[in-house]
């Protein structure tokens, strides 16, 4: 029997904190909140505990360095597996327990979901992108209704947790135009109710208007990154942030960087012409979030320096900077994505949960970047050493 007490000053439990909350860890799991502290070992601490956090967008193939993309169609079944390895073990330190990886090659992430002592994984396999569109290198390219079709079944059969679908064009693949569609509306709902038949969600990369819009219209469940972006710059409108939170729509936006982030070429065309900032970017994510719209938390780490592993932090920080309030950032990393990734025993400090908790120094609901500073990880009752 493996038991012990965390005692912290401060527990947020995934929607809102708590004074005095002793929480009883037993077998990997938690026992017990609050109530008299048993005869056990206790942990104490001045700072906050909290479940621990999940990236709803990470690229675990991705070693987080310049052109880290374009070198995956390169990498033996070997080297792919140096990459996973480093790259979850990089995202446990900084207290992230679960991650949803949005796009491998050759579906890589599948073969390290339930490893012992590594976070939890919901694997999207290789995104479905057009030919030569968003990420090609990865696998996923397919055009028409049958290869659509035999794409989408291909991942049901080999086991993935979500479709993704690569609604319009990216930065980080030069060659695709980051304000257009991908897929016509026809092929792009195609998608989604094969997904749909098969039991699976979709989310859908949607940078342009045009493709944010279309990815409305076809019922995806979420949409990442969802920049709205336009010929004149950042733009969305009521009626489109309306109809996302009318349908249910979860929004990953891949907020946060470390250090100086350089944008691609493309994005840093596209910024420079229209004006744009980072400022506009979070602002416009502030706006969704106002409207109803349910905002998940995820770096997009893994594809660039700026984007390195363990950062989600900084995406939670992002939302609290923008004036989201820091209980709804916290959820978006936390109880909000374990309901959206579907981990139902992940995301809240709650008796029969799994006990996969982040212990800091400080206060973020104060002080949001003490987020950053993880003063202890436990993973299914174990401290992450």
């Known amino acids: 029997m493996n038991a012990f007490v965390i005692r912290a000053a401060q527990v947020f439990d995934g929607e809102r904190a708590h004074h005095d909350l002793p929480v009883l860890v037993r077998d990997g799991m938690i026992e017990r909140v609050g109530g008299p502290v048993p005869d056990l070992p206790v942990v104490g601490s001045p700072g906050t505990l909290l479940p621990g956090l999940i990236d709803m967008h990470t690229h675990l193939c991705g070693d987080g360095g310049s052109g880290a993309l374009d070198r995956l169609a390169g990498y033996t079944e070997d080297e792919l597996d140096d990459v996973i390895e480093r790259a979850l073990r990089v995202q446990l330190a900084a207290g992230v327990t679960s991650v949803r990886d949005l796009g491998d090659r050759r579906y890589a992430t599948l073969r390290w979901r339930g490893r012992r002592a590594l976070p939890t994984i919901v694997a999207a396999g290789p995104p479905i992108t057009s030919r030569g569109g968003h990420c090609w290198n990865m696998g996923g390219e397919a055009s028409g209704a049958d290869e659509l079709r035999a794409a989408v079944a291909e991942r049901a059969e080999r086991g993935v947790d979500v479709v993704k679908v690569m609604a319009s064009g990216g930065g980080m693949t030069p060659g695709t135009d980051i304000l257009a569609c991908q897929f016509t509306l026809a092929e792009l709902r195609l998608v989604v109710e094969e997904a749909h038949a098969a039991g699976l969600p979709v989310t859908a990369h949607a940078h342009g208007t045009p493709s944010v819009e279309q990815a409305v219209a076809v019922g995806v469940d979420g949409i990442e990154h969802c920049s709205c972006l336009t010929p004149e710059g950042i733009r969305m409108s009521d009626e489109l942030a309306a109809a996302i939170a009318a349908r249910g729509i979860t929004v990953c936006p891949t907020l946060g960087a470390i250090g100086e982030m350089t944008p691609p070429p493309a994005l840093k065309e596209f910024l420079e012409r ?99 500073r993880p003063a202890g990880v436990w993973l299914a009752g174990a401290r992450v050493r």
């Open 274 to 372: 229209t004006g744009s900032t980072i400022r506009d970017r979070i602002g416009q994510v502030v706006r969704m979030a106002e409207a109803g719209v349910r905002i998940v938390s995820g770096g997009d780490s893994g594809i660039s320096p700026g984007k390195p592993h363990g950062m989600l932090a900084t995406s939670v920080e992002w939302l609290v900077d923008g004036g989201i309030p820091a209980e709804a950032a916290l959820a978006s990393a936390t109880s909000l994505a374990a309901e959206v990734a579907g981990l139902a025993r992940k995301g809240r400090i709650r008796p029969g949960f799994d006990a996969d908790l982040l212990l800091v120094d400080g206060d973020p609901l104060r002080d949001i970047t003490t987020l950053a």
